[in-house]
């Protein structure tokens, strides 16, 4: 028993990890109509940037604001700069965000090297609580309150506030949100950079939660991401958190019992989904 | 001599490498409704879709209150006072009546909020179903959200695509009193293929055939001519 709430609390967590990463692949792709394969590169820089600020600077709250707006710098430079000219078509922003993933994964080699880099959490999030026989690792509690903040935070912003509105508006129908005399394409830009900066959000808490990061683990999350963004409905912010939860637990259990069978498992899942519900688990297409 | 709101001057669109109009000239004066005319693909949709900068014509002119909008971005054009209702409603689906209406409404304050009471005065069905989900109204709820929607800020030109298309009469005859109502205060172009519907409303017409106009005149002349009637609209 103590074994299979450890482990729920380990897929949940991990589950936190890709939804950050999930969340804003969604609304990106909801919203713009950009498959975004960069997106796992800004989760990457986030865990460099923030294991390095860390290293620097001792505060981890700190490297956690710096990681995030190192997202939103990269998220914005990469709209302005790559998106933009390849609005509406497809092959060319599978190819050039995939082109810009080899990059930002290169780079992290050559400003930190090509070994894996450690990383510890603060004290104040290492440890354990213990209740009963099942113990609790603090670190785990900590990226499931974030998630659960960022969840809460977001969906605020979506259902309370005006440019929320527009976003859901958005990911329904782009055309006629522009006709109401919306500039689309700065929305566009601000769920971008919002994006970038949750996966980067994301990627700062891995290193502490695996003990080490790499650079090609951006590319390797970003295929999670993918798998729940397709599960969960394209554009849907719940339905990322609720997929997410999903591949964590699938992750977590079957990493667990059949350690091999974890990824093809999750694949399973989406082809499952994708079987019976094309459209993902929550569809928000108007 | 009444003022021209809007004018379409030889205007060339293309979809891809389809050439949809041809040369597409009217005017449009303030406070009448002009209705274009014309068979299923004859290029009305385009047309209101140009003018919106949707279809962005290859060449030619636009002009609002002798202001270019030609290359302008979509939503400059409808900030300038134009609204716009398409074919297809554009209503979102998974926002509520009142989110439909509120992503319209340019600013909430008082003056606003007072318009948006007035529309929905005029729509009282949409008040009965404010906190529905869009996409569970029926067609000619939706088509009301669509047009109360475009109409919710003090636009001074509606483009209202085929507001009958697909619903029964007695609700066609709802859609007409609300636009007949919003006449008073505002201009229209209206694409209808429901000559009823349109030779009421209607001062003026356009009829586009193939991508271009093929005629135009009052609605009074057109009610009177039989012989252009069968032969662009296909009714006797």
Known sequence: MEQIINLLINGISTGMLIFLLAAGLTLIFGLMDVLNFAHGGFFAWGAYCGVWFYSVTGSFMLSIVFAMAVGLILGAFTEKVIIKPVYGNHIMQILITLGLMLVLTEMLKVFWGPNQLSSTAPEYLSGSWQIGNVIIIKYRAFIIFVGLLVFGIVQFILKKTRIGLIVRAGVMNKEMVQALGINIKRVFMYVFMVGSAMAALGGAMLGPYTGSIYAEMGLEFAILAFIVVVIGGMGSFTGSLFAALLVGLNQSFLAYYFSELSLAANMLLMLVVLIFRPQGLFSVRG | ?236
């Open chain 2, 1 to 236: 001599m009444m003022k021209t709101l809007l004018k379409v001057d030889s205007i060339e669109t293309y979809i891809g490498h389809y050439h949809i109009l041809h040369d597409i000239s009217f005017e449009v004066h303030q406070s009448e409704v002009v209705v274009l005319l014309g068979r299923n693909g004859a290029g009305k949709t385009t047309t209101l879709r140009s003018i919106m900068g949707l279809n962005p014509p290859s060449s030619g002119a636009i002009t609002f209150k002798d202001q270019n909008i030609h290359g302008l971005p979509t939503y400059k054009i409808a900030n300038l006072g134009i609204g716009y209702v398409p074919e297809d409603q554009g209503i979102f689906n998974y926002l509520t009546v009142e989110e439909n209406m509120r992503v319209a409404m340019k600013k909430q304050d008082a003056a606003h909020e007072e318009r948006l009471e007035w529309v929905l005065g005029l729509f009282p069905d949409l008040k009965k179903f404010w906190k529905k989900e869009g996409g569970h109204l029926s067609g000619g709820q939706k088509q009301m959200l669509s047009i109360a929607r475009a109409y919710v800020n003090e636009n001074e030109l509606l483009l209202i695509d085929e507001p009958s298309k697909g619903l029964a009469p007695i609700i066609v005859e709802k859609v007409m009193e609300s636009i007949l109502e919003m006449k008073k205060t505002t201009t229209i172009v209206l694409v209808e293929q429901n000559f009823m519907m349109a030779s009421r409303i209607g001062d003026r017409f356009y009829i586009i055939d193939d991508g271009k106009i093929a005629f135009s005149g009052s609605m009074k002349q057109l009610n009177e001519d039989d012989q252009l009637k069968k032969k662009y609209l296909g009714i006797a």
